[in-house]
T-cell receptor, first 112, second 111 residues
Framework: EPEVTQTPSHQVTQMGQEVILRCVPISNHLYFYWYRQILGQKVEFLVSFYNNEISEKSEIFDDQFSVERPDGSNFTLKIRSTKLEDSAMYFC??????????FGPGTRLTVL | GNSVTQMEGPVTLSEEAFLTINCTYTATGYPSLFWYVQYPGEGLQLLLKATKADDKGSNKGFEATYRKETTSFHLEKGSVQVSDSAVYFCALTDTGNQFYFGTGTSLTVIP
């Protein structure tokens, strides 16, 4: 069965550094999402992406965040200047047209 | 606005017990409703969904019925197994552009 993949599985960075989290969605899906989950807490929507542009973004998704689909297969989340509170699991998801979402295994981001 | 309220956990049950995890929602339109399951160290997996009122979603012995009159989508299973131990999330979307998740309910099933 096709699956969403994410790299790296764990990223450690210093506060103020830029990070790029990578995702490869399922190939025939057209809708892509990033979520974050702070340890043991709820899953928070960050952004959705369709037709090469952002569809919707949450209040969390401020100017420090950006998304890109650079080559038709990868879907990236960039955090320009990381803060301690950005430490979380980041999940990518892609969706079929019937609203069935498939989540990747996540990237654990640790900001020191 | 849209939101989902889930029963607080954690929930601990003995194997073969009946499970109910309550979920209620607030939505401005006519949302689709979902239950996701997250096993330790993994991403979320769609467990079941319902797209309109009175629909029943079911999968792996789990069921939930979309009740518009009570704005609820409670998850049930008649006989839980140890392998059902996980965190369960209720979620909704109205347009597909944004999904709203509940806080999650941790379930532990003991033999």
């Amino acid at each position: 069965e096709p699956e969403v993949t994410q790299t790296p599985s764990h990223q450690v960075t210093q506060m103020g550094q830029e990070v790029i989290l990578r995702c490869v969605p399922i190939s025939n899906h057209l809708y892509f999402y990033w979520y974050r989950q702070i340890l043991g807490q709820k899953v928070e929507f960050l952004v959705s992406f369709y037709n090469n542009e952002i569809s919707e973004k949450s209040e969390i998704f401020d100017d420090q965040f950006s998304v890109e689909r650079p080559d038709g297969s990868n879907f990236t989340l960039k955090i320009r200047s990381t803060k301690l509170e950005d430490s979380a699991m980041y999940f990518c998801a892609s969706m079929r047209s019937d609203y069935t979402q498939y989540f990747g295994p996540g990237t654990r981001l640790t900001v020191l | 606005g849209n939101s989902v309220t889930q029963m607080e956990g954690p929930v601990t049950l003995s194997e073969e017990a009946f499970l109910t995890i309550n979920c209620t929602y607030t939505a401005t339109g006519y949302p689709s409703l979902f239950w996701y399951v997250q096993y330790p160290g993994e991403g979320l997996q769609l467990l079941l969904k319902a797209t309109k009122a009175d629909d029943k979603g079911s999968n792996k012995g789990f069921e939930a019925t979309y009740r518009k009159e009570t704005t609820s989508f409670h998850l049930e299973k008649g006989s839980v197994q140890v392998s059902d131990s996980a965190v369960y999330f209720c979620a909704l979307t109205d347009t597909g552009n944004q999904f709203y998740f509940g806080t999650g309910t941790s379930l532990t099933v003991i033999p």
